[in-house]
């Protein structure tokens, strides 16, 4: 009886091994993406192009991947129920509101220290969800998986309503995304007419009005929620499918980098711009084709690998991947300071835009892994 409960752990520990390494390699991408956005400069418009245009394509997606992946895997221990529901309900509301609202607070006070900002904007964008970045992947995936739980809960496993609700959401995305980025157009486009009318004419400060930015910030968190939940089904109906499965590693290998590439070529030679922070998508059918297959690719490598090699690297990034999205971006000055060191140790690695990259990435992530380590019993990391 020991041998056989020391062998489930270690079956679990490796299950649960490859979910981590797919978060660490997640958390990886969104800090090399923030860094190009941040420094693109520096890196060269060409390297900004080509790497964070399909970094932005599955990064995010591939984080709402994972946890209807983990959904499955949880429900394999315990069937949801109407108590079960209500206990995970409970369980998502401790567990990211806190952290999103705590966050915010931080991020409002630090940046009052060296940009006065207006309380009274940012109460608006932190009560409406839309959040401010990369907090809104905290409150987006916590509205998400507020109608995720009870989908599961009706569900009661049966893969056919999962698919239905999938095949669902991701046709609502399009249209949904579509008028969300027909109308920022607009707005760019009126914009821009009234200055060519008078361009002589000095802008008028506008005073912040919550009224005004309610129903538009409400738009956008509520739209985000479709595309998520079309991920965190799919997540859920691909470990359906690969559960307990005996697929050799070598396969899922070649198929996580068949789903990888399709992603990437998919991107560069289809092209997309989009930004799921605030919900806009030039061409939401492509995004949720570059998300589906660069996230799914993600995991069947990562699953592969940590077959035949530890990974420890990765999967402890995983598991300070809350830590590392909260602390690398502004307004903490996490990028900024590991640019300032990588120049002080290879003083003219800006001249190597791809080496610079790396090693700024991995410089962050180190700083932010060593500040989670030392506080993460407190700040609910």
């Known amino acids: 009886m020991k041998k ?7 079956i679990a520990q490796q ?30 418009p060409e390297v900004d192009k080509i790497v964070g245009n ?15 992946y983990c959904r499955f895997l949880s429900e394999q221990r315990a069937a949801m129920d109407g108590t079960a529901l209500l206990s995970e309900i409970g369980k998502l509301s401790r ?51 507020l109608v995720f739980l009870p989908l599961l809960c009706a569900a009661r496993g049966r893969w056919q309503i999962h698919g239905l609700a999938a095949l669902v959401t991701g046709a609502l995305t399009i249209p949904i995304c579509q008028m ?40 956008i968190s509520l739209g ?16 359906k499918v690969l559960y307990q499965r005996r697929i050799p590693s070598i396969v899922y290998l070649l198929l996580g980098c068949a789903g990888i590439a399709a992603a990437v070529f998919a991107q560069i030679n289809l092209g997309n711009t989009l930004n799921l922070h605030l919900c806009l998508i030039k061409n939401p059918g492509l995004f949720l084709f570059t998300g589906l297959t660069g996230s799914l690719g993600s995991v ?15 999967r402890a990034l995983g598991r300070n991947s809350l830590g590392i999205m909260v602390l690398h971006y502004t307004p903490i000055p996490t990028l900024e300071l590991a640019s300032s060191l990588s120049l002080l140790m290879v003083p003219h690695i800006q001249l190597m835009p791809v080496a610079y990259l790396l090693l700024v990435t991995a410089l962050a992530v180190g700083m932010c892994c060593l500040v989670t380590y030392l506080i993460k019993q407190r700040l609910f990391l």
Not at 4 to 10: I, L, V
Not at 307 to 314: A, D, G, I, S
Request: hydrophobic share 55%; charged share 15%.
């Open 4 to 10: 056989s409960n020391q062998r489930t752990s270690s």
């Open 15 to 44: 299950r649960m091994g490859y979910i981590d390494a797919a978060k660490g390699l997640a958390i990886v991408l969104v800090v090399m993406g923030h860094l190009l956005h941040a420094d693109g400069d520096m890196i060269s």
């Open 54 to 68: 399909v970094i932005y394509s599955f990064h995010m997606p591939l984080f709402f991947f994972i946890t209807g």
């Open 95 to 145: 567990r990211l509101l806190p952290c999103y609202l705590l966050w915010t607070l931080i991020y409002f006070l630090v940046r009052m220290m060296t940009d006065p900002a207006d309380p009274l904007t940012w109460l608006t964008i932190t009560l409406t969800f839309r959040g401010v970045a990369p907090l809104w992947f905290l409150a987006d995936l916590y509205l998400a998986e």
């Open 180 to 219: 969300m980025w027909n109308a920022n157009q607009a707005a760019k486009e009126l914009a821009q007419a009234v200055q060519e009318i008078a361009p002589t004419v000095e802008p008028v400060e506008e005073v912040y009005n919550p009224a005004e930015h309610i129903v538009p910030y409400l738009e």
């Open 224 to 239: 985000r929620v479709v595309p998520t939940l079309f991920f965190l089904l799919c997540g859920y109906l691909a470990a």
């Open 300 to 314: 069947l490598l990562c699953k592969g690998l940590c077959r035949l090699l530890p990974m420890l690297l990765l």
